[in-house]
């Protein structure tokens, strides 16, 4: 039996969601902020979703950029995760702060995360406003991937990498690696 | 050391995305599909968006019923999942293939699933075409939640439910209770 909650104060029924470090360098500035709002869009061409408030510094940085980089964290970067999220670039520089590693990018000016198990290169396609976010599309260019995280076929290695999954209100987990199921319909 | 792809044929590496059965009642059709492509799209007013192929039977329905239900499940249903993922109701009836137990819903007229620990009744706000998939833009009218699934704030109670996750290419995982961290950024 179901409770049913018509005026939804806490919309947060549908994590966990996998945490991703999204932001670009722009002319002016270089930052990134924690996201767990993001779905793939598209698989040809692949296209990839980042929600932003437009509160945020990486809301201006990437809409001046047009373009964004994702980056993908093991769940032993729980505390960047945090410092990412609940700091806003407004304020202070996060990237110098937080001794973020930078790489260099094969197709953008933004730079990915060097502690990422896996990154991707988007240009940016299209920004749509949805109630107090915008959706922020990005045309896939380029994957990087932490050699070894992943299988052939590209499926996530769960014995070798343990993703950061947040679950609302500060509170982060990761996998279970024994629990993996390979189940086809009969 | 990363590896960089830019011929992207595996586009998987986002994952694990949490699994959601979603779908609707039409005139003619009650159908769902599981979708792992999901998110989050505004707390106030609180939408939720879900991309589905336009090959699915579901697309078709939920375009005809302008409304649908979103519903999460355990990971002790990943064969529902799998049945309702790899499936298609263009050419068999699922709901009663698969003895999937439905339960009204306050608002809509399209069920949700009884077996979910929580779903989400969403009338259409909007759909619109990125690629290959289109995204169906739920506005959030009811939450329905089994009880002490979640704790107070509407987090997940972790010692109560095992989230079923997708992470690509029929492989199915849950998260790890242990865990689970409070982390701020200082």
Known sequence: MKKVTTHIKHFQYFYPYTVAVVGAKSETRVNYMSAAWHSALSFNPPLFGVLISKK???HQ???EAREFTVNFLDYDRVK???QMGRTS???RDKVAEFQVKLAPAKFLRSPILEESYA???CKLADVRAYGDHDLFVGAVVAVHVEDKSF???GVLDTRKVKPLLY???DFYITIDADSLKHILPD
Chains 1, 2 share one sequence.
């Open 61 to 63: 940085v990437i809409s």
């Open 89 to 91: 670039g407004h304020d």
């Open 167 to 169: 679950l609302g209100s």
């Open 151 to 153: 299988r052939t076929g």
């Open 56 to 58: 945020r510094m990486t």
């Open 119 to 121: 990154a991707f290169e």
């Open 80 to 82: 960047l995760s945090a």
